[in-house]
């Protein structure tokens, strides 16, 4: 076909033979790629693990992060998936999976949860979320049986089984699996208490503490026990029926008795009944 006149595109060498073919091309090829750059800095600048969302203060502590939480969970790459993320150390089929694997967390939100108006980038995401609000959890911990409504969630909660507490507190050494949850720990020691509770004159360190408790002023006991009738306000409280009644496991031995505990809370305040009754003891004599 013979045109009497060629369109160049500014960006590149290439001409076309008319006006709506040279867009697509520019749309396609310079602000895709456009895109693409900007998103690929915001990802760098962000300091956001593509493998748990987890967000830090450099490009550093999220290397530290990767080698340590994401490292050993590493699948060796096979013949199918031998394109690897450097962060989380998921394997794809190509280096286009793996972009849209690092870049899915800035792209656009425009899936709309009806209920709350939360935002979200992805189908399952949404979906996920929205069960929460039924209190539909899915998703059970094979550990400890804990339920998740999001599955990401429960992926992370299943990993924390199996990592060591290497994390102790310079205050109380409290240990801990993850250095996060050991720097939230440290505001239980600080004297500031700013999150007030609206219905009685506690206050607290933390907001989801105060939110936890606000939680116990309701009554609500949502999460019920499939082998019994109990139920409880707090999962947490719910597990840990489980483990203690259902299971047997007493993870804290006492030293002085054969009780046990499931945790270590109760079994330093058991600790302080000996210590009571040997002040006992030594008052009798």
């Not at 009497?4 to 008319?18: G, T, V």
């Not at 189908?123 to 959890?137: C, M």
């Not at 496991?249 to 210590?275: D, N, W, Y």
């Amino acid at each position: 076909m013979y045109v009497d006149m060629l369109h160049s595109c500014k960006q590149c060498d290439e001409e076309f033979a008319n006006v709506y073919v040279l867009q697509k091309h520019v749309q396609l090829n310079h602000q895709r790629k456009l895109k693409l750059r900007e998103l690929e800095e915001l990802r760098m600048r962000s300091n956001i693990c593509c493998g748990c969302r987890k967000k830090f203060d450099s490009q550093e502590e999220l290397k530290e992060h990767a080698i340590e939480v994401h490292l050993p969970q590493r699948e060796s790459p096979d013949g199918e998936n031998s394109v690897e993320c450097n962060i989380c150390y998921k394997t794809y089929k190509c280096f286009k999976y793996l972009k849209a694997h690092r870049l899915r967390f800035f792209k656009k939100k425009n899936l709309i949860c009806a209920q709350c108006g939360k935002i979200f980038r992805e189908k399952a995401q949404l979906e996920g979320h929205e069960d929460s609000h039924r209190n539909v959890r899915r998703y059970e911990c094979p550990v400890c049986h804990a339920k998740f409504s999001m599955k990401a969630s429960w992926q992370a909660h299943v990993r924390y089984h199996d990592a060591q507490e290497i994390y102790n507190c310079e205050y109380c050494g409290k240990s801990f699996r993850k250095k996060g949850l050991m720097k939230a720990h440290l505001r239980i020691h600080s004297t500031d208490r700013p999150h007030k509770c609206p219905m009685c004159p506690l206050t607290f360190t933390q907001k989801n503490r105060l939110n936890s408790h606000v939680l116990e002023h309701s009554g609500r006991k949502t999460f019920k026990c499939d082998r019994c009738p109990a139920s409880y306000v707090h999962q947490r409280a719910l597990r840990r029926h489980f483990r203690e009644k259902h299971e047997g496991i007493r993870t804290f031995k006492c030293h002085i008795c054969p009780k046990g505990f499931i945790e270590l809370r109760p079994l330093q305040v058991h600790l302080k009944t000996h210590e009571k009754s040997k002040e006992a003891t030594f008052s009798k004599n």
